[in-house]
């Protein structure tokens, strides 16, 4: 089959388009995929550049965000047949431990990411266990359904889970205009929250506010922290931040007593510096928070489906220019996700 594979850790050299890749064997409680679409993501970029602890064996396919159409079941399967235009849940795990069992798969001592140590979608197949097949948006093309499930289910669990999200809450998230940013703002808008959004241009910032941030705060040009306590004196209730370690002291400073930080993800680095004092005595939440449950991800295609989400599709490039994607995404020149078509 076509694919893209990874030979080395580093940079985009090292992905290497190939038509000789072996297809996937199903066994009897899996799917075969015909990919149609996959979505990038950084987490693409930092198991390429060999940035994580865990390591997947080489020659390895990266792309964790997966639509396409059924064309094989095991003989075990039900949920699905041949022919089904899907997507794919990108979380994997055991299904049969306590967390599993009780609703909290992300926390499975087993868990992983398609395309992370599993082989992804940056192929013409990927095989799934049958739970991590669904039924895709009929209202949305392979490459729009492709763009959501990784984004939207982390920051649903960030947002809506960990940060217990209000109407009247008051929310900055950081980069708006990056994959969780246009998440982090529609889903924040969908609950009825005042949104402060940051971005990197003025076209950014016109386009955050399009998707319904009420403030768009340019993180180059003005102090963020500043800002936001000229809005609100006494500061926000929430923030979203998954920039890492040039923003995260900054996001404590944002929030107010009681507040919280809800945060995934390390674009600038992970070795970030706090003042402990500031965050007991004002008795601020740190919540960390990584991906989100299946489940989770049928009630977000579900609003999808109402239109009451939308996805946003930067640019769309062929198998064959994966690495001309990759340079697109680190030079942060997107807004929204930037797709892969098989």
Known sequence: MRAVILKAFGGIENLEYVEDFPKPEIREDEVLIRVKAVA???????????????????????????????????????????????ILSPGLSCGVCYECLSGRDNLCRYYDILGLKTRGGYAEYIKVPSRNVMAKPKNLS??????????????????????????????????????????????????????????????????????????????????????VRDIFKEGVDLVMDHVGEKTFGRSIECLKKGGKLVFFGTTTGSNAQIDIRYVFVREIELLGTYMGTSADLFKITELFERGLLKPIVDRVFDLKSAREAHGYLEASKHFGKVVLRI
């Open 40 to 86: 990038l993501n950084h987490l693409d970029i930092w198991v390429r550049m060999g940035a994580l602890a865990v390591k997947p064996e080489l020659p390895h396919i990266l792309g964790s965000d997966v639509s396409g159409v059924v064309e094989k079941v095991g003989s075990l399967v039900r949920n699905v047949k041949e022919g089904d235009e899907v």
């Open 142 to 227: 392979f490459e729009e359904a492709a763009s959501y499930p990784l984004t939207f289910l982390t920051v649903w669990n960030a947002l809506i889970k960990r940060g217990n999200i209000k109407p009247y809450s008051r929310v900055l998230i950081w980069a708006g205009s990056s994959g969780v940013g246009v998440a982090g703002i529609q889903i924040a808008k969908l609950m009825g929250a005042f949104v402060i959004a940051t971005a990197g241009s003025e076209e950014k910032a016109k386009r955050c506010k399009e998707l319904g941030a009420d403030i768009v705060i340019n993180h180059y040009q003005e102090d963020v922290v500043k800002r």
